[in-house]
């Protein structure tokens, strides 16, 4: 994984030390509120519902074991015990003090770690697949990239204000494990017909109020014009995107008013002036990169196909864990496992300290101490070798991190919701819970199996409801919580929007709504390998509206 350079580190500390500045005369009442405002976002330090939350930047999901333990120590010493990691790959500590911040970001500089741009309206942090650098079905590691740009876009005085806040994701799989097609940049890594690496550009894309799945804007960018692509991208949105509304100010409302054309001329027009020039990529820069990224020592084994990794061992549970949560790896004998933190009970993505802990020393012991933060709120190890999973399996099921769910219907991403959340609508951790009670039998969830369920609390779709096979947005009428219902989401290189299969729901209806859709389904496959978005693109959404209505009135219900 990349270590810091010493430019690195002194310009994160050079931050800390600001921001300690910066906030001691806050507090001595030197600065008002509206001039620490955009000091404090683009440290990623917010004001919610109850107390301060710091979002700390885990660039592209990739840790060490060293950071995780740091993460562990200071959920301890000044949070409340836990994290929440998000569906950006980031770490948020929801209860630290104001006054403790700029001590949090000092420690947080001592492991190679910052809090810079994971607010503001500002270039966030770069997402990439979980998966990277292991992936049987990648064609390169593209965590090498998500490095430049996030050399590239820290602190960069151009776009440091931003009409909006910007995110970018990268990825180099067939599947996209990375959802490019829905953010504001999405990059692909693709070869051309003489085999030169380069990407696919989309842009435009984006979820919250106006969701929109991104247009292709450049089939094909060559390598080393990556950075000044990016800065045409920019350099566009910062000249023509509006700042006189925030709800249209999002790059996707610019291409949507121009027209996908019009945007891509502008661009197009724009990195002319820039091709070849100083942001171009050479090939020591990216030998540099790559080398960053070096693969691990990994030992020369030899796999057994006839033996299933189920079959490893017979302890109860151990054949569900592995069929859900272990993942092929690219060199022969090693396996990538995804650590669940979807435990019945649990909000989504919460890990406590000494789950991180016992995550981190799993890394070091049965890896090479990495770990990552996946797009669905889970931990990856990525390096882990075939013979030690029933030996990992049991030092995860003793820390509660062996829940057998990983792709299925329980695995929920939501977001904070209302319980933390000032701009939410409504909750969603409750009703995640209450999903996750319904549907608490192991064979029932396996035999519906792969359903991707999203919940958000509200429009800004931090849990990307717009893109899950269900999604649940929560809604506030007449200052009451409820809940709209959408079908046919999908990331990937087919992504959609989900559509609103009709008014919203109360939040104890939800379980049974849930459970009419899932019925639906379980009905109308036609066979046990047809997944659950495959029957709604198959049919469409009018046989589970049917399901989840038919028999009630509910005229009475304004759709919300």
């Known amino acids: 994984m990349y270590r810091y350079d010493d430019f690195d580190q002194a310009l994160v500390d050079e931050r800390v030390a600001q921001f300690r500045d910066q906030t001691r005369r806050f507090l001595a009442g030197e600065l008002s509120e509206d001039d620490f405002r955009p000091l404090r976002l683009q440290n990623g330090l917010y004001v919610q519902k109850h107390a301060p939350m710091l979002r700390i930047a885990i660039p592209y999901g990739t840790l060490s074991s060293v950071q995780l333990h740091k993460l562990a120590d200071l959920a301890d010493r000044y949070d409340r015990g836990y994290g929440h990691f998000s569906t950006r790959q980031n770490l948020q500590l929801n209860w630290p003090a104001l006054e403790a911040v700029p001590d949090i970001l000092a420690e947080l500089a001592s492991v190679e770690m910052h809090a810079i741009q994971t607010s503001g309206n500002c270039v966030r942090n770069t997402t990439t697949d979980h998966f990277a650098g292991v992936a049987r079905d990648e064609l390169v590691d593209p965590r090498p990239y998500c490095e430049l740009i996030r050399q590239w876009s820290t602190l960069h005085p151009e776009f440091a204000f931003l009409p909006r806040k910007f995110k970018i994701a990268v990825s180099a799989a067939r599947a996209d494990r990375a959802a490019v097609q829905v953010h504001d940049i999405g990059l692909r890594v693709v070869r051309d017909e003489a085999g030169a690496l380069g990407f696919e550009v989309w842009a435009g894309g984006g979820l919250g109020r106006t969701p929109v799945v991104a247009p292709l804007v450049r089939a094909f960018l060559p390598e080393r014009e990556l950075l000044n692509y990016l800065d045409a991208i920019l350099r566009v949105y910062n000249r023509f995107g509006r700042r006189d509304n925030k709800y249209k100010a999002r790059i996707k409302i610019l291409v949507r008013e121009l027209g996908a054309a019009a945007f891509t001329e502008q661009v197009e027009a724009e990195w002319e002036a820039l ?81 991180m802990r016992v995550v981190a020393d799993a890394a070091d012991r049965f890896g090479f101490g990495e770990i990552r933060v996946s797009h669905h709120q889970n931990l990856v190890l990525p390096d882990v070798e075939r013979d030690a999973l029933p030996e990992l399996y049991a030092v995860l099921k003793a820390a509660k991190l062996a829940a057998p769910n990983v792709g299925l219907l329980t695995d929920i991403i939501a977001c904070p919701g209302g319980d933390f959340c000032s701009l939410a609508n409504a909750v969603s951790i409750p009703v995640a819970q209450s999903i996750q009670a319904r549907f608490d039998d192991l064979d029932d969830l396996f035999d519906i199996g792969e359903l991707e369920l999203n919940i958000s609390g509200c429009i800004n779709s931090c849990g990307h409801h717009h893109v899950g096979h269900i999604g649940i947005l929560g809604v506030d009428k007449a200052g009451e919580e409820w809940y709209q219902v959408s079908l046919g989401g999908v990331q990937g290189p087919r992504a959609a929007i989900g559509r609103i299969i009709g008014p919203s729901f109360s939040r104890g209806e939800i379980p049974e709504v849930i459970a009419r859709l899932v019925r639906t389904y379980v009905e109308r496959r036609e066979s046990v390998d047809e997944r659950f978005i495959d029957v709604v693109q198959r049919i469409g959404i009018e046989p589970f509206k049917a399901s989840v209505y038919g028999n009630a009135d509910r005229s009475e219900r304004a759709a919300a």
């Open 275 to 355: 091709r070849g020039g100083p942001s171009t990529l050479d090939d020591a820069v990216l030998a540099q990169m790559a080398e960053a990224f070096a693969p691990p020592a990994y030992r020369a084994l030899v796999e057994h196909p006839e033996m299933p990794d189920g079959a490893l061992s017979d302890a109860p549970g151990f054949a569900a864990w592995a069929a859900r949560s272990v993942t092929p790896h690219k060199v022969a004998g090693y396996r990538s496992v995804t650590v669940s933190l979807k435990a019945h009970g649990v909000a989504p993505g919460d890990a406590t300290a000494d789950q």
